[in-house]
């Protein structure tokens, strides 16, 4: 994977990501794509 500003994302925070999805609490998400990249995309 390619990076604009060559900084990866602490493995911690995909990890949440992963586990957040994996959860109860994102039964209700559903074609979406979730950035982990630490408030870099904003709208």
């Given at each position: 994977?390619?990076?604009?500003?060559?900084?990866?994302p602490?493995?911690?925070?995909?990890?949440?990501?992963?586990?957040?999805?994996?959860?109860?609490?994102?039964?209700w998400?559903?074609?979406?794509?979730?950035?982990v990249?630490?408030?870099?995309?904003?709208l």
């Open positions: 994977m390619a990076y604009r500003d060559r900084n990866i602490p493995s911690r925070d995909v990890a949440a990501a992963a586990l957040f999805l994996a959860s109860e609490a994102s039964s998400i559903t074609g979406v794509t979730l950035d990249a630490g408030g870099k995309i904003m």
